[in-house]
């Protein structure tokens, strides 16, 4: 998976800055691009980070439990080349708060090619009461347990 380091290893100044977008959403724009804005159907390659926020377990959350957002591999997700993602493919294998990152909601801008977001995303706009790539249904044997938050650095290389 590819990686990008997260809000949470930057100074408490930073991390300060997070601004409240709809929902519960909350952002912080390390870099706004210098290139177009993202739209529906736009085909992007991008470099991201994901991990659980607020995860119960003590042990998870100090080592900044990263995951896979996605239930099928990825669609070729490449440390070194990126991940192409079709903006708004109602198709997709994607929580509706990753969407809102490149799309914006009204408060939060549409990201620009070039741009490095974090996005903190509650539970609502994630996996919600069923969680993520559960086993058995435990509580525990999840990649992101039932109503956790998660957190997620997303870098737009460039149009594919």
Known sequence: ?????????????????FVK????LRYYDAVVGSGPEVYAEDA??????????DAADEERRRAGDTFSPFVVGGAGASASKG??????DP????IP????????????PRMRIGGKRVVRIPPSLAYGDAGHLCRDG????CE????ESVEIAFEILRFT
């Open 1 to 17: 998976m590819a990686t990008l380091a997260f809000a949470s290893s930057t100074p408490t100044s930073r991390r300060s800055s």
């Open 138 to 141: 435990v509580r525990g044997a």
């Open 97 to 108: 708060g990753w969407e809102r990152a490149f799309e914006g909601d009204g408060v939060m």
């Open 21 to 24: 977008a709809k929902d519960g």
């Open 44 to 53: 992007v390659i991008i470099l991201f980070t994901a991990r659980v926020l």
């Open 144 to 147: 992101v347990n039932p109503n």
């Open 83 to 88: 991940f192409k993602f079709v903006v708004g």
């Open 91 to 94: 198709t997709g294998d994607i």
